[in-house]
């Protein structure tokens, strides 16, 4: 078993991680990747609910490419009904599902694979607008730490709104009601 099982390839691969603590907590991570060939990978991680419940040393991800789960897991985290299964979790329509040992120092973790299975096969083309909607929403993450990236979520908006499928400008709508709500006053 190695990553590249899983879909993994070198570089920066996006999924929705999930942690368990007094509730499970679902966030977009960027996983990354040096060997797909192994079964190591690492995660940069700030503050949040997902960093303290990896102290408990697992992480579950979920390869997924639904733009609507992305979008709502950046800022809330998913109800109970996204779920096909708790245990282990796996969110509707995933792709395949992974669980590392997660060994967090500061701000970094270490990943390993350590069990996984893949649930279906997935050909699919690259849309441009879903690219975009994840740097989108990257940026709108960071909003908090800097006001001023409001302008690169502007940007990658108008290409999810130009090359995007229904879902992907559904789950743009969804960004901005959420943005909406924290950040009032900004000019959206």
């Known amino acids: 078993m190695k990553l590249s099982d899983f879909g993994f390839t070198d570089g920066i691969n996006e999924v929705i991680g999930i942690t368990i603590g007094e509730w499970i907590n679902t966030a977009p991570l960027g996983i990354i990747v040096e060997n797909p060939e192994s079964t190591f990978a690492k995660l940069r991680i700030y503050p949040s609910h997902t960093r303290e419940n990896l102290k408990k040393g697992t992480l579950y991800v979920n390869i997924v490419h639904d733009p609507l789960v992305f979008t709502i897991s950046a800022?809330?985290?998913?109800?109970?009904?996204?779920?096909?299964?708790?245990d282990p979790p796996i969110i509707n329509g995933a792709l395949a599902w992974c669980q590392f040992k997660a060994n967090l120092k500061n701000c970094w973790v270490d990943l390993e694979l350590s069990r996984g299975e893949v649930l279906r096969k997935g050909l699919r083309a690259v849309n441009r607008g879903f690219n975009a909607l994840i740097e989108a929403l990257v940026h709108a993450t960071r909003l908090k730490q800097n006001p001023?990236?409001?302008?690169?979520?502007?940007?990658?908006?108008?290409i999810v709104e130009k090359c995007g499928g229904r879902r992907e400008k559904e789950a743009l709508e969804v960004m901005w009601s959420y943005l909406r709500k924290l950040y009032p006053h900004l000019s959206l």
């Open 75 to 86: 800022f809330d985290d998913l109800s109970e009904d996204w779920f096909e299964s708790s």
């Open 148 to 158: 001023k990236l409001i302008e690169k979520v502007r940007y990658y908006a108008e």
